[in-house]
């Protein structure tokens, strides 16, 4: 059985850094990867550009509901969207990306900066090695996107909010106008992707 991020102890704005890691290290995501299951088919679900999920047109409006079936989405190496467990892999359509980060947490300066991300699923997120950040290819029209599970590149991602990018921007042009880039968790990530 499949287990629900439960919702924060308190207020993401509240939570310490340390705290923060504590919830992360004891996070347990089912083993999606490994499940290949025969049965197969839609599951009549979406998650709409905004981040909202529906079933049969229908809102989903039970965070938990929601929470529980994020824990078992997956991408598949053709860019598709699926619902997995053991038993069945059902389709999913996705809008834009499955997820949205929605707060950000900044501790540190330069390179000893951590960001901390929660999603729209309360899900914690530390950008770096393993949760790269992308700003897109185009200073004019960015694409600012946070990996999230999955093989980086073809994985799950969360669409940062455009009040979250416009505090990166100002944060990294704070540290370096001519060359404006992010540190988190020891890692550099330029506005700009090249």
């Not at 089912?30 to 709409?48: K, N, Q």
């Not at 529980?68 to 991408?75: A, C, E, G, K, V």
């Not at 390179?111 to 929660?118: G, M, N, P, S």
């Amino acid at each position: 059985m499949v287990t629900p991020a439960p919702s924060l102890p308190k207020p993401f704005s509240q939570l310490s850094l340390t705290e923060a890691a504590e919830m992360l290290a004891a996070r347990k995501l089912p083993p999606v990867e490994t499940w290949h299951p025969e049965r197969s088919g839609d599951s009549a679900m979406e998650i709409r550009a905004d981040g909202s999920w529906y079933h049969e047109g229908g809102r989903i409006d039970r965070p938990a509901m929601v929470r529980l079936f994020s824990t078992i989405l997956r991408r598949e190496p053709d860019g598709r969207y699926v619902l997995v467990t053991p038993a069945e892999k059902l389709a999913i359509a996705v809008e834009d990306t499955p997820f949205r980060a929605v707060e950000m947490k900044s501790e540190g300066e330069g390179a000893a900066r951590k960001l901390i991300f929660r999603l729209d699923t309360d899900d914690l997120v530390l950008a770096g090695g393993d949760h790269p950040l992308f700003f897109g290819r185009d200073p004019d029209n960015p694409d600012p996107r946070l990996h999230v599970r999955g093989a980086i590149g073809c994985g799950l991602e969360a669409r940062i909010e455009r009040a979250l990018y416009y505090e990166i921007v100002e944060m990294a042009l704070g540290e370096n106008a001519s060359a404006p880039a992010i540190w988190s968790d020891g890692v550099r990530f330029a506005l700009v992707d090249v």
